[in-house]
């Protein structure tokens, strides 16, 4: 999984798996969080978000986890499509700023 | 689409060369920033525009200057650029603060030759 301002990783899935991307945030004082989906060439784009006083939220196919104990935000996607390939970030607001994760690759196998 | 309109989409220039980049917001927010986003690294917020005011500059150089008009518009004015510069630079806006919900356009490609 990513840490909000390290490395890119990857995931590679099969098209119709469910797909868990992770997120570690540091600043507990942190009470919003988001996830973005970026294309290539695109701008980055809003998915779904949560705020500190839940622990679970579902959209259309999306599902997002907070576990505040242990700072930790993931992202599932069910039935993976084509589609859903691209770059999946996580941002986090807090003291009146807000942190955006590098994110991780998601690549999606025919 | 996502109601933020950035142009142009791609834009190559020199080092001597001064250029603008337009955004274009078309969702009633009052609040505008600018990011620089270079690859595998996370998004590097530049300028924070509330209500036309500046309200952040995170230690941007001079080379870089954001104009404001109104709230719907925000530019972001370049000249003497280094090979660095070169990223992709996404502007998105808010409804107010910098901790509401923020709706990006599709960036401008620059490099810088």
């Known amino acids: 999984g990513e840490s909000v301002g390290l490395h890119l990783p990857t995931l590679s899935v099969q098209e119709g798996d469910n797909s868990i991307i992770n997120c570690a945030y540091s600043?507990?004082?942190?009470?919003?969080f988001i996830w973005y989906k970026q294309e290539s060439g695109k701008g980055p784009q809003f998915i779904i978000d949560i705020r500190s006083n839940m622990d679970k939220r579902q959209g259309q196919r999306v599902t997002v986890l907070l576990n505040k104990t242990v700072k930790h935000l993931s992202l599932q996607i069910a039935a993976t499509q084509p589609g859903d390939s691209a770059v999946y970030f996580c941002?986090?607001?807090?003291?009146?700023?807000?942190?955006f994760g590098a994110g991780t690759r998601l690549t999606v196998k025919p | 689409e996502t109601g933020v309109t950035q142009t142009p989409r791609h834009l190559v220039m020199g080092m001597t060369n001064k250029k603008s980049l337009k955004c274009e917001q078309h969702?009633?927010?009052?609040?505008m920033y600018w990011y620089k986003q270079s690859a595998k690294k996370p998004l590097e917020l530049m300028f924070v525009?509330?209500?036309?005011?500046?309200?952040e500059n995170n230690s941007v150089p001079s080379r870089f200057s954001p104009e404001c008009p109104n709230s719907s518009h925000l530019f972001l004015h370049l000249h003497t650029l280094q090979p660095e510069d070169s990223a992709l630079y996404l502007c998105?806006?808010?409804?107010?603060?910098?901790?509401?919900?923020?709706?990006f356009g599709p960036g401008t490609r620059l490099t810088v030759l």
């Open positions: 525009y509330n209500f036309k005011e500046q309200t």
């Open positions: 600043n507990s004082a942190s009470d919003y």
């Open positions: 969702l009633g927010h009052n609040a």
């Open positions: 998105a806006s808010s409804q107010d603060r910098v901790t509401d919900t923020q709706y």
């Open positions: 941002a986090e607001t807090g003291n009146n700023d807000m942190r």
